[in-house]
């Protein structure tokens, strides 16, 4: 399996930025398909965005669609979540996963998880 470490939550107002990054380490991270999920208090887990191992595949959230942007750089081994006009319900813990299939990823399932990264944006 990857191993997988976030980084980049915090507090931020409403209307504002923030990029996450997920350093992975372990397992040839080029075969991965890479995702990022969030789960609110209260609120399911969700999957946010991913993309497969080439980069050739994605996926989005529909209401997220035009303001959160998934990249990965192989050269670092790490998977970014690039967030903008960010909104109080996008509030909630964020976590980096990682599975050989993207289509595992689509249904929730992943081989790896990170530990989680908390994103709470202010009204």
């Known amino acids: 399996q990857v191993q997988l470490v976030e980084s980049g939550g915090g507090l931020v107002q409403a209307g504002g930025s923030l990029r996450l990054s997920c350093a992975a380490s372990?397992?040839?991270?080029?075969?991965?398909?890479m995702g990022w999920f969030r789960q609110a208090p209260g609120k399911e887990r969700e999957l946010v965005a991913a993309?497969?191992?080439?980069?050739?595949?994605?996926y989005y959230l529909d209401s997220l669609k035009g303001r959160f942007t998934i990249s990965r750089d192989s050269a670092k081994n790490t998977v970014y979540l690039q967030m903008n006009s960010l909104k109080p319900d996008d509030t909630a813990v964020y976590y980096c996963a990682a599975d050989p299939a993207f289509s595992a990823l689509r249904i929730g399932v992943a081989a790896s998880w990170g530990q989680g990264t908390q994103v709470t944006v202010s009204s």
């Open positions: 993309t497969s191992w080439a980069g050739r595949l994605t």
């Open positions: 372990g397992r040839t991270f080029s075969n991965y398909a």
